[in-house]
């Protein structure tokens, strides 16, 4: 069994869905929790960081972690086609990352 | 502007050669890593290092090595027994180990 898992996708909408972004985890050591947003061709680019259960929102993005669960979700609200990317969520483990595969959202105009 | 640098974007390898991939960050950041991302893998650890002069095995070292001797730089040599090496390679930077990590765009390593 992976660390952590992340469904694939690809995962399509309608331009101004809410978009649910998921990952679970076995490790209940894991403190840190990150989503990255990967464009084709392009280096991850860190959208969302936190530390506790909880949520924590930033414009159209809320981050949530249910440490209780294992379980952390990225909500996109009124998504767009410039949203269509890899979504890989990350989590620390003592000197390095652990990152899920990533899923392939697709926002259709 | 601040960020991480890698060159070249697109590299080829011929058998039994030797190849390395630069790795330049400005952002005054201790901690470095190397990532190869393959197809529905996700990121995988290649090398680390959290200070100058020093650098760890990640889960996929073999056929890899790299050097640490400035902060800023952190170059990766893709070696002839690496067998596999076509991938996508990523370079990344963090203030400490453990916090999150900001990336560059990337090298596309190829076999001629």
């Known amino acids: 069994q992976k660390e952590v898992e992340q469904d694939p996708g690809p995962l399509s909408v309608p331009e101004g869905a809410i978009v649910s972004l998921n990952c679970t985890y076995s490790?209940?050591?894991?403190?840190?929790f990150m989503w990255y947003r990967q464009y084709s061709r392009k280096g991850p680019e860190l959208l969302m960081y936190?530390?506790?259960?909880g949520n924590k929102e930033d414009g159209r993005f809320t981050a949530q972690v249910d440490k209780s669960s294992k379980y952390i979700s990225l909500f996109i609200r009124d998504s767009q086609p410039s949203d269509s990317a890899t979504y890989l969520c990350?989590?620390?483990?003592?000197?390095?990352?652990?990152f899920g595969s990533g899923t392939r959202l697709l926002v259709r105009p | 502007d601040g960020g991480i640098t890698q060159s070249p974007k697109y590299l080829f390898r011929k058998e039994g050669q030797n190849v390395t991939l630069s790795c330049e960050q400005n952002?005054?950041?201790?901690?470095m890593y190397w990532y190869r991302q393959d197809p529905g893998q996700g990121l995988r650890l290649i090398y680390y290092?959290?200070?100058?002069?020093?650098?760890q095995k990640g889960d996929i070292a073999e056929g890899y090595s790299v050097s640490r001797e400035k902060k800023e730089s952190f170059p990766l040599t893709v070696t002839s027994a690496q067998k596999n090496p076509t991938a996508f390679y990523l370079c990344?930077?963090?203030?400490?180990?453990?916090?999150?990590?900001?990336f560059g765009d990337g090298t596309r390593l190829s076999i001629l």
């Open positions: 990344a930077s963090s203030i400490q180990e453990s916090q999150p990590q900001h």
């Open positions: 490790n209940s050591a894991f403190q840190y």
């Open positions: 936190t530390y506790s259960s």
């Open positions: 990350a989590m620390d483990s003592s000197y390095k990352l652990i």
């Open positions: 952002l005054n950041h201790d901690a």
């Open positions: 290092s959290q200070i100058v002069n020093d650098f």
